[in-house]
């Protein structure tokens, strides 16, 4: 669950993702989050991204096929 006050997450753009991940990595680091729960996020983190990117890739080869 967020806490209270924070922002959500913009998970919808890759600076979004990356945003996410450098702040998980921020709160591992200095011990705010069990490394183990930062590691599962980072994955899932990573797995967005992926998704993000392919869909670009998708949308992009979509315009560029010729209608007809």
Known sequence: ??????????????????????????????GKRDTADASRLTFMLGQIGKLLELTEIERRLTEERPHG
């Open 1 to 30: 669950m967020p806490t209270p006050g924070r922002r959500k997450a913009q998970l919808n753009t890759l600076e979004g993702v990356r945003r996410e991940l450098a702040r998980i990595y921020r709160e591992a680091e200095s």
